[in-house]
């Protein structure tokens, strides 16, 4: 059994992207398919993919730059299961002053930051990506 599937999620995308893999294979679930949508939308990744079998697989597919430099800086879970990290919509978080993207889980959904100071939600901060 795996205590907190967000930071495996997290985690092998980060060591992927580390070692320059183009792809990285996790188990899925709908809440890493919706941080996986965000992911996309937000450019740190270039497209997901979502396998049926017997354990549904979530493939996620990773976007590089210029001398295979990764779409993203660092990645890092925000709430824990042991310490959860709740805020209202005036308390979320900046992330690189802007220029990175914090991921909620919210009563309307999991969105970035952005989207829930637009729609006045507060919610768990679920990661930060810059």
């Known amino acids: 059994m795996m205590t907190d599937p967000i930071a495996d999620m997290l985690t092998r995308i980060r060591n992927a992207a580390q070692a320059q893999h183009e792809q990285t294979i996790i188990p899925s679930s709908n809440l890493k398919q ?3 949508k ?3 939308r937000e450019g740190f990744i270039d497209d997901y993919r979502v396998e049926d079998g017997v354990q549904k ?3 996620i597919v990773l ?14 879970r925000a709430s824990r299961p042991g310490r ?5 919509h005036k308390d979320i978080p900046r992330v ?3 220029m990175g993207v914090a991921i909620l889980s919210t009563s309307a959904g999991i969105m970035t930051d952005r ?5 006045r939600v507060g919610g768990e901060v679920l990661c930060e990506v810059w």
């Open 115 to 119: 989207d829930a100071r637009d729609k």
């Open 84 to 88: 959860r990290f709740y805020v209202g």
């Open 38 to 40: 965000i992911l996309k």
């Open 57 to 59: 697989k979530l493939t």
């Open 34 to 36: 919706q941080l996986a």
């Open 63 to 76: 976007k590089y730059g210029r001398d295979r430099q990764s779409a993203f800086i660092g990645i890092r």
């Open 96 to 98: 690189q002053n802007g």
